[in-house]
């Protein structure tokens, strides 16, 4: 394997004009997700790494301006380093199309957005879990058949593979649904990596022997796994690194060590 080193973000959440209890609680703290965004690049400046992955909710209101800064201030900090999105549940497909990717709004769409990049030989491919007014996640037979695809290229050296939603059993109500044809996909050995967020927690774990990483949200963390929501105004984001034998180092970078509980109440799962 050619070492090669991610850098992964998730859930920004950036909404200059969010009215909520969240929100504002963190206003009054002084911290404003425009200004974790940029803090978080100017380090990886630093870290150079040879891509950045978003693993969706970019923004929280899903404004086209929105989506905007956030290209903008990815260009501003790290102009030469490749950027490959996917979209969250709180991200809607027309205004990300023209905010981020700047396309016109006679040829931006609804439709699931599915993309994909090919750095240091390693193919990355970008596939859309999200689904209007859902928390799971699911993939249709076109993201199916799409991934299927990019697994026929036979000059890569491996594939990762982003998507908003964790495959985990814990916190089903928010988590990926598994179906046959990506169990079977995901057992052919050519998948190296999963990557994806939503769940605004940090844990790296397995899912068929591949590394699935899962990175905290840039403006909040909240505890998912119990009887309690739990809102805190930690953030962060994750540093991977594979190395020539296959072998991995995942590095979690906090902004905020030393979080303060915002909001917490009991909820069904």
């Not at 594979?242 to 509980?261: M, S, V």
Request: proline content about 5%; glycine content about 4%.
């Amino acid at each position: 394997m050619n070492p090669i080193t991610i850098a992964h973000l998730s859930d920004i959440h950036y909404a200059p004009k969010e009215i909520s209890q969240v929100a504002n609680m963190l206003r009054e703290k002084n911290i404003y997700v425009e200004n974790l965004l940029p803090q978080c690049l100017e380090h990886l400046k630093t870290v150079n790494p040879d891509i950045i992955l978003i693993t969706g909710d970019l923004t929280h209101e899903s404004d086209a301006e929105d989506f905007r800064y956030v290209k903008e201030t990815l260009h501003t900090y790290m102009p030469e380093t490749p950027v490959l999105c996917t979209i969250g549940n709180h991200d809607i497909r027309h205004a990300f199309r023209t905010g981020f990717l700047n396309l016109p709004d006679h040829e931006a769409n609804d439709e699931p957005y599915y993309d994909s990049v090919i750095v240091n030989d390693y193919q990355f491919v970008s596939l859309d879990s999200s689904y209007v007014n859902g928390l799971k996640g699911i993939f249709t037979d076109e993201a199916m058949d799409y991934l299927e695809k990019k697994l026929e290229n036979p000059n890569i050296a491996g594939t990762f593979i982003l998507m908003h939603h964790p495959i985990m059993k814990r916190a089903r109500h928010l988590a990926f649904e598994m179906n046959e044809r990506l169990e079977q996909i995901l057992r052919t050995g050519k998948i190296k990596g999963i990557f994806n967020g939503h769940v605004h927690s940090n844990f790296t774990s397995s899912v068929f022997g591949i590394p699935q990483f899962t990175s905290e949200s840039l403006k909040t963390d909240f505890d998912v796994l119990s009887d309690r929501l739990s809102y805190n105004d930690r953030s962060g984001y994750q540093i991977v690194t594979f190395d020539e034998n296959g072998d991995f180092l995942a590095e979690r970078l906090i902004l905020n060590p030393k979080p303060e509980i915002l909001v917490e109440r009991m909820y069904k799962k």
